[in-house]
């Protein structure tokens, strides 16, 4: 112990790499993308749901597949020691809420829309797009077989970037089929790739017979010429399966959403049958997929629920914010509507009862508070009112706080003159600062 000297500071300690703050002024266009997602929801009658950041580890097991990259080396798990219970921090959310839709019941009267926002975990090298922690909106429709909600979520989708003012967004779409059909491509693949062992890396030798399918969602450049030449899983689909594709293609023809089919498209996890689909932009990089998605018929079966069809996709916030940053397409942060300017601190009892009442008006109310430099002086103050942006700046001097009035000044409009108000009155005077004038 060190007896009188001031103590040491102690070690920084900063945040876990991969994982973000997310600080203002950036936060508000967060705030942004979520008010637009929450109107989006509203207009498809999406209703939210809100389940645990930690679910047990088996659920992801079962339900992504055991041989898919996010089980085998991106899951952060642990044992909760306390009750000896194996746990893991979603790497996605489709699988806790069909855990959540079987465990509670909810289609017992029918289908369900659903929607979340929250953060996701994987344990992956942290790059631009890529990050330990990160965001996603999902949406999910449980209880319908047909195309025409596919269709619904796609449009959906597409809506947001249309809202967003999001540029260069293409959709690419194809269909896994169903597991008899999956069967005898599986077959197909298999062969396939056994005459080119030597094309495949490890990971590949070692997944061909586990989950062949896998192969086709390689990253390896150097495997991508034996991916290309492999059977197409889309001539293996039966008439039904074709049907629900030309439901879903009809559908986007009809509301002129342009799209390409890619029969190389597979996604990450074993959870999907039929309709898979991705949105993906040129300008991210390698990072290029904003929103992905598909039907999962057998999910709620794997989870240990009666059967239902389902579908749905999510979207990665950081992605899609960064492109919107790409573009500069979103409006700075609004600035507050008042600035209150305290000459001394003996004013802020009067005041801050004035400025309640403005802010209970619906009003964005900033007061000069003092900071460990001291309130500043009348003259400092109003600078900083005039740089705030607000429209109006309050000024509680000493000669209006002995009348319990208070000065209010146009900021942003000089031909509006200075009036003196009754801080008795701030609800009559209050409502005329909400508009404008
Ligand atoms: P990728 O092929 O880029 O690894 P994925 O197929 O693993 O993506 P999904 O599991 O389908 O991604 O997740 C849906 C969306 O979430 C992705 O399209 C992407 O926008 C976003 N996303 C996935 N992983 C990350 C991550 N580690 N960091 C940031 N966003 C991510
Ligand atoms: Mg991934």
Partial sequence: MTESKAPRRAERLVGVKGMNDILPPESARWESLEASVRELMRCY?????????????????????????????????????????????????????????????????????????????????????????????????????????DAELILMAHALWQKLGLEDVALQLNSLGQPDERGLHRQALIAHFEQHMDALDAEAKRRLHLNPLRLLDSKNPAMQPVIESAPRLIDFLGTQSMAHLNTVTSILDANGVAYAINPRLVRGMDYYNLTVFEFVTTRLGAQGTICAGGRYDYLTEQVGGRPAPAVGWALGVERVLELLKAQESQETARAVDVYAIIADASGFAKAMVCLQTLRSLGLSVLMHASASEGLAGIKAQFKRADSSGARFALVFGPDELAQDRVTVKALRDASVAQVSRLISETREWGIGLQSGS
């Fill in 45 to 149: 009658a999406y209703e939210n749901i809100r389940t645990p950041i930690v679910e047990p580890t088996a659920l992801f097991v079962r339900g992504l597949g055991e041989v898919t990259d996010i089980v085998e080396k991106e899951m952060y798990s642990f044992d909760d020691r306390l009750n000896g219970e194996a746990l893991t921090l979603r790497p996605e959310n489709t699988a806790g809420v069909v855990r959540a839709v079987v465990e509670h019941s909810l289609l017992y009267n029918g289908a369900k829309r659903l929607y979340y926002m929250g953060p996701m975990f994987r344990h992956e090298r942290p790059q631009r797009g890529r990050y330990r922690q990160f965001h996603q909106v999902g949406a999910e429709a449980l209880g319908f077989p047909g195309g025409e909600v």
